[in-house]
């Protein structure tokens, strides 16, 4: 009997929930598909997006800030962050989609809302906003 406790109680503080919320989306024709983050015992202890590069050119690298928010939507915190292809991580391939997961641990945050700042190419161009 203790161990249906103890499974139903990690249910209970461990849970995922699907939010979508981001803007800049589509520019330089890179969409953000889907967000999704975690959430346990008070924290938001990470965060999945899922990029699509609808151009036809080869995306090295995707800059972004991640804002997070409480439920009555107040700004808790902030920070940036990034993708960048190398020799281990391939780059995101014309018409595929890459999952980058953070784990930023932020207490008392509920939602996060991803804005874009910069795309590069491997054919050196690049995108700002």
């Not at 804002?67 to 595929?96: T, V």
């Not at 932020?106 to 910069?118: E, P, T």
Request: net charge positive; with cysteine.
């Amino acid at each position: 009997m203790k161990l249906k406790q103890s499974i139903f109680l990690v249910i209970l503080f461990f849970s995922t929930s699907k939010f979508i919320a981001q803007t800049n989306e589509s520019l330089c024709q890179l969409e953000i598909n889907d967000i999704s983050h975690v959430n346990s015992f008070g924290y938001l202890v990470g965060y999945k997006i899922q990029f699509k590069n609808n151009s036809n050119r080869v995306v090295n690298g995707i800059w972004w800030t991640a804002s997070f928010y409480n439920n009555d939507n107040e700004l808790i915190d902030e920070n940036e962050s990034a993708f960048n292809a190398d020799n281990i991580i391939d780059p995101i391939a014309s018409g595929f989609t890459k999952t980058i997961a953070r784990a930023p641990r932020i207490k008392g945050a509920s939602k996060v809302v991803i804005v874009l700042k910069k795309v590069t190419f491997t054919n050196g161009e690049k995108c700002e906003f």
